[in-house]
């Protein structure tokens, strides 16, 4: 049995049950958008921020969002609370909806399906902290943002899902991908960073097409607060000339790659040991502050 818990439209049911039809835009066309977060001790982290961006990519579809963002939250907690674990994993999925005619255009009067999924967070998040990732770069490139914009956070995930595949068919344990000028975007499912020989931490800009990350956000802004931080377009080589790379993304927060393309980075780096602490202590007092469920 699988431990997940699922809010379709309102309804609770378990994972067993919970069912979407098969003419549902999401499935038939990946018209869909998502969020991923977690909770931790009952509290939905940065969970306006997940709203905001929710909101921005249906907008981007054209997709009516069907509830305020104090009712989707309500929503959300309730589903929570059903679950009953201190820390989770959620996911939010807003469809385009039940649509019987398959043809693409055929958008009229579609009532959005809303589902929200909470199941255990992962126990392999500490261990993969502290040891590391293994990444390669894919032969995959990053959708551009001129065709299917990376900063639209839609249900179709197969740019991502086809570079992982490709990597890990090489041994890699996620991949890396980068535009068609060759600068480095982001990782499947994280942005990435490095900290320079002059102590600088470089990211990818927003402008190379990638999603506005909300723990890149985060950690921008308390990179700010300790070195020089530089967004922009940046090749392989700039990346393997740092001391150190790390990730993020909402579910793993900041963790340290070991092996980039058989580039090794020593283990714990200094900086990204400090990014760590600071977006820990953020985290604490945003769970000080915020709605309990
Ligand atoms: C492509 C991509 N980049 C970056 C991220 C990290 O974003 P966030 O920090 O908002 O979780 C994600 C998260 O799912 C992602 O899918």
């Given at each position: 049995m699988m431990n997940a818990l699922v809010n379709i439209n309102g309804i609770i049911c378990s994972a067993e049950e919970a069912k979407v039809s098969v003419f549902d835009r999401g499935f038939l066309f990946g018209d869909g958008v998502y969020e991923t977060g977690k909770s931790l001790k009952r509290c939905c982290l940065f969970l306006e921020e997940h709203l905001e961006r929710l909101r921005r990519s249906a907008g981007k579809l054209q997709?009516?969002?069907?509830?305020?963002d104090e009712e989707m939250t309500d929503e959300i907690y309730r589903t929570a609370k059903a679950f009953g674990k201190e820390d989770a994993y959620f996911r939010v999925i807003l469809s385009r909806g039940v649509g019987?005619?398959?043809?693409?255009?055929?958008?009229?009067d579609l009532k959005p399906t809303l589902v929200i999924i909470f199941q255990p967070l992962s126990e392999k998040l500490d261990r993969i902290r502290t040891e590391g990732l293994n990444i390669m770069t894919s032969n995959i490139l990053r959708n551009s943002a001129a065709a299917?914009?990376?900063?639209?956070?839609?249900?179709?995930y197969l740019n991502s899902l086809l570079a992982i595949q490709e990597v890990r068919a090489r041994g890699g344990e996620d991949a890396i991908m980068r535009d068609n000028q060759g600068n480095v975007a982001e990782g499947t499912t994280f942005s990435i960073f490095g900290i320079t020989p002059d102590n600088s931490l470089i990211t990818p800009s927003l402008k190379v097409g990638i999603l506005d990350s909300i723990t890149r956000r985060h950690v921008l802004e308390l990179g700010r607060g300790l070195l020089k931080v530089e967004e922009g377009f940046f090749q392989l080589e700039q990346f393997q000339e740092c001391s150190e790379v790390f990730i993020a993304s909402s579910v793993r927060e900041i963790v340290p790659v070991r092996e980039w393309d058989s580039h090794k980075y020593a283990l714990p780096g200094t900086m990204t040991e400090k990014l760590k602490i600071a977006l820990k202590n953020e985290i604490k007092s945003y769970l000080e502050t915020h709605r309990k469920y």
């Open positions: 997709i009516p969002f069907p509830l305020s019987l005619v398959m043809g693409l255009e055929s958008l009229e299917q914009d990376p900063n639209i956070k839609t249900s179709n």
